[in-house]
């Protein structure tokens, strides 16, 4: 089934007034703001939920994933806010007969600073496949019945934000002019759920299967980010692996629940390149988040990622145009 869930992505470096001014007080000049122009844009957008499981038995690994397709739709950089909308479009969506239908509801919230960036986001997706190898390598089992839900926020701090810019590979209100790169910390709290109306996995061999799985990640890792830049190319890239604290819960087909805590492992990567002048822009950027949580016998692994392919300009800004969207209250309370 055709992904039928309208997707937004939203970047709010601006709704509280002390960031919005942070566009007017860059002192170096390894960084270009654009604070007094808007920004419009198309853009080519895939989010997806997949999730792999190690069989205890074979130690083989299953992954299930949706088959969800891209979706197609306009941006725009404006009021210090950043809008996406986008809809559906039937790229990439394989044969249904063959992998099955996915239903999608993908909400997600990006907010970057100079300094910090912000994820929130809500995924609930229902219908996944896996490819079973041991009938044929094209035979895929088809799992209607599951439904994941992965619901967080994971915040992202830059300890050189004069040397290296977030917003210049993902978001594009700001052009980083030369290269260079920053010490990163990124912190997560995450909680999936996985459930079907019929067995998920066996967690041990000859054991009782799994019915639900639920776990709570809490995680904080270190790392680096860099952008090369030559001209008006860049490429940035950002990686970011740490500790995850991770509370579990899963109910087998004995109805016997069962409780873990341990340690694992959270990571999360960004890369990004394109072209930037003070009119024209465009490139593409890949972010992914992964966790991994280890119960009994089970290495279970769930990766949420956005895909993006944009082309935008960038105009002065008049008018209202100039205001943002913390002033938009007190200006329509005038009209």
Same mark, same amino acid.
């Given at each position: 089934?055709?992904?039928?869930?309208?997707? +937004?992505?939203?970047?709010?470096?601006?709704?509280?007034? =002390?960031?919005?001014?942070?566009?007017?007080?860059?002192?170096?000049?390894?960084?270009?703001?654009?604070?007094?122009? /808007?920004?419009?844009?198309?853009?080519?957008?895939?989010?997806?939920?997949?999730?792999? #499981?190690?069989?205890?038995?074979?130690?083989?690994? /299953?992954?299930?994933?949706?088959?969800?397709?891209?979706?197609?739709?306009?941006?725009?950089?404006?009021?210090?806010?950043?809008?996406?909308?986008?809809?559906?479009?039937?790229?990439?969506?394989?044969?249904? =007969?063959?992998?099955?239908?996915?239903?999608?509801?993908?909400?997600?919230?990006?907010?970057?600073?100079?300094?910090?960036?912000?994820?929130? +986001?809500?995924?609930?997706?229902?219908?996944?496949?896996?490819?079973?190898?041991?009938?044929?390598?094209?035979?895929?089992?088809?799992?209607?019945?599951?439904?994941?839900?992965? %619901?967080?926020?994971?915040?992202?701090? #830059?300890?050189?934000?004069?040397?290296?810019?977030?917003?210049?590979?993902?978001?594009?209100?700001?052009?980083?002019?030369?290269?260079?790169?920053? %010490?990163? !910390?990124?912190?997560?709290?995450?909680?999936?759920?996985?459930?079907?109306?019929? %067995?998920?996995?066996?967690?041990?061999?000859?054991? =009782?299967? !799994?019915?639900?799985?639920?776990?709570?990640?809490?995680?904080?890792?270190?790392?680096?980010?860099?952008?090369?830049?030559?001209?008006?190319? /860049?490429?940035?890239?950002?990686?970011? #692996?740490?500790? =995850?604290?991770?509370?579990?819960?899963?109910?087998?087909?004995?109805?016997?629940?069962?409780?873990?805590?341990? +340690?694992? %492992?959270?990571?999360?990567?960004?890369?990004?390149?394109?072209?930037?002048?003070?009119?024209?822009?465009?490139?593409?950027?890949?972010?992914?988040?992964?966790?991994?949580?280890?119960?009994?016998?089970?290495?279970?692994?769930?990766?949420?990622?956005?895909?993006?392919?944009?082309?935008? /300009?960038?105009?002065?800004?008049?008018?209202?145009?100039?205001?943002?969207?913390?002033?938009?209250?007190?200006?329509?309370?005038? !009209?």
């Amino acid at each position: 089934m055709r992904l039928r869930a309208i997707v +937004f992505g939203l970047c709010l470096p601006g709704i509280i007034p =002390a960031f919005a001014q942070e566009h007017d007080t860059l002192s170096h000049t390894l960084i270009k703001s654009y604070s007094d122009y /808007f920004l419009v844009w198309p853009v080519l957008k895939q989010r997806s939920l997949n999730f792999s #499981v190690r069989d205890p038995a074979s130690n083989r690994p /299953f992954e299930y994933k949706p088959n969800n397709a891209y979706t197609l739709g306009l941006g725009a950089h404006v009021f210090d806010v950043t809008l996406e909308f986008t809809v559906a479009v039937p790229l990439k969506e394989k044969d249904p =007969a063959v992998f099955g239908h996915s239903r999608v509801r993908d909400f997600q919230i990006n907010a970057l600073g100079r300094s910090w960036g912000a994820d929130l +986001f809500v995924q609930r997706y229902t219908g996944f496949y896996t490819n079973d190898d041991d009938v044929t390598s094209y035979f895929y089992v088809v799992r209607p019945d599951m439904t994941a839900r992965n %619901v967080g926020i994971t915040g992202t701090y #830059v300890f050189q934000p004069n040397r290296y810019s977030l917003r210049s590979a993902f978001n594009f209100s700001e052009r980083q002019l030369m290269s260079g790169g920053s %010490v990163m !910390l990124s912190g997560t709290l995450n909680g999936f759920k996985l459930v079907g109306d019929s %067995v998920l996995f066996s967690v041990r061999d000859g054991a =009782a299967g !799994l019915r639900k799985l639920k776990y709570t990640t809490l995680s904080l890792a270190p790392g680096y980010a860099y952008t090369f830049v030559r001209g008006h190319f /860049f490429a940035s890239g950002m990686l970011t #692996v740490g500790p =995850a604290h991770n509370w579990t819960y899963y109910l087998d087909e004995d109805d016997q629940i069962k409780h873990d805590i341990r +340690f694992d %492992v959270f990571a999360s990567v960004r890369i990004g390149a394109g072209y930037s002048t003070d009119t024209f822009f465009a490139g593409f950027n890949f972010s992914q988040q992964s966790r991994t949580v280890r119960f009994d016998d089970i290495r279970f692994a769930n990766n949420s990622s956005t895909f993006r392919l944009l082309v935008g /300009f960038r105009f002065r800004e008049f008018g209202i145009l100039r205001k943002s969207a913390t002033d938009l209250p007190r200006e329509l309370m005038r !009209l």
